[in-house]
C-alpha cells in the first residue's frame, strides 16, 4: 500500500481542517450533548455543500462516488474537533446497504444532506444480546432495538429486522425513541416499534458482516483525530506548565509519554489507512480490520492514560477540553467489537 496521499485527498484533509476548525469549537461540542438534535443543521448543510455527504454515493445518485479510504481522511478530521454529526451512519454505513440490495431511492437525498438516515444495524459490541425487532408478513415492525444513532432526528431509520431484512422506516406513529446515557455524549437511542410499517428492501444478511468492519474503521479513524488532538493539547501542556523552574516537559518521566503517545498515534493511523484502503478495494478485510481494531482498543487507552498523566487533576475536570477527547475515545473502544473479539477475527485469518 503507498502511504502516500494523492493530491486530491491532501486537498480534502486541508479543506476538511481548515473548515472544521472555523467551524466546531469545544463549546460547540459540549452544547451538543444537551441539544435535543445533537448537530448543528447549518454546519451539516455546509457539509452537503462541500459533497461530503455523497462521497460514498455513485454519481449516477447524485454523489461522488468517493471510496472509503476518503471518508476515512474525513472522519479523521472530524475527530480533531470531536464533529457531531451523523455521518456515519447517514453517509457510510445507509449508502453501503441500500446499495447492497439496489434499492437507490434514498441515496439522492441522502447525497444532498436534505435526508439523514440512521441504522439499526446491530449492538455497537457486536452481539445482540436484546435481539432485533420482528418483522411481520404485512411489513409490520414489533420490538425493540438498541444504540441506534440520531433516530430521534433522523428522517429514516434502516432497521435490520428478523432474518437481517432491511426495512426503511419513517419516523411517525408507532416509533419511539427514547435517549440512552452514554459515556461519550453522543446521541443513541433505545427504538421502540409499535406495529410501525416499513418499507421492505431486501435481504442484507450477506453485507451486515461488511458494514460492521466499516463502522468499525470509521469509528476508528475519527478517533486517531481525536488522539492526535489530545497529543497536541499534551505535548503544548507539558511545554508550558512549570514545576521546580523548569517546562515538566523536559523531565524524562513526562517526554517519554509524549513520545509512547506519538507512536501509538502514528500506528493506530496507519493501521487505519491500510483497513480502509483494503475494504475501499473490496478485499477480504478480516485482518486488516481486525489488527486495527485490536490493536487501536489498546492503544486509544495507553495514550489516553499518559495525557491525563501528564495533565494531573485538571485533565479530568469539566472545565478542561481533555475529558471530551477521553470520553469518546473510551466511547469509541468499546464500540464495534472488543480487542479480543478482533484477535480471533485475525487469528481466522491467519488459518488458526
Known sequence: MDLQLTAEQR??????????????STDDVRAMETDPRGYDPALWSEMARLGWTGMLVPEDAGGSGQTFLEAALLLEEMGRVLLPS?????????????????????????AAGELVATVALVEPGWRDEWGRPTL?????????????????????????????????????????????????????????????????????ASMLETARLHAAVGTLAYAVGAAERALEITVDYAKTRVQFGRPIGSFQAVAHRCADMRSDVDAVRYLVYQAAWSLAAGRSSELE????????NEALRRIFMHAHQVHGAIGFSTEHDLQLFTRRAKAIEL???????????VARAMGL
Open 11 to 24: 486537498m480534502l484533509v486541508e479543506s476538511a481542517r481548515a473548515t472544521l476548525a472555523r467551524a466546531c
Open 86 to 110: 451523523p455521518f456515519v451512519p447517514s453517509c457510510v454505513l445507509a449508502p453501503l446497504l441500500l446499495m447492497a440490495v439496489g434499492d437507490r431511492r434514498l441515496l439522492p437525498g441522502i
Open 136 to 204: 411481520e408478513s404485512n411489513g409490520v415492525l414489533t420490538g425493540t432495538t438498541q444504540f441506534v444513532p440520531f433516530a430521534a432526528t433522523a428522517d429514516v431509520l434502516l432497521v435490520v429486522a428478523g432474518d437481517s431484512t432491511l426495512v426503511a422506516v419513517e419516523r411517525r406513529d408507532g416509533v419511539t425513541c427514547r435517549r440512552q446515557e452514554t459515556l461519550g455524549g453522543d446521541h443513541q437511542y433505545e427504538v421502540t416499534f409499535a406495529a410501525a410499517r416499513g418499507d421492505v428492501l431486501g435481504s442484507v
Open 289 to 296: 480490520v481486525g489488527a486495527a481494531k485490536a490493536y487501536g
Open 335 to 345: 464500540s464495534w467489537g472488543s480487542a479480543a473479539s478482533h484477535r480471533e477475527r
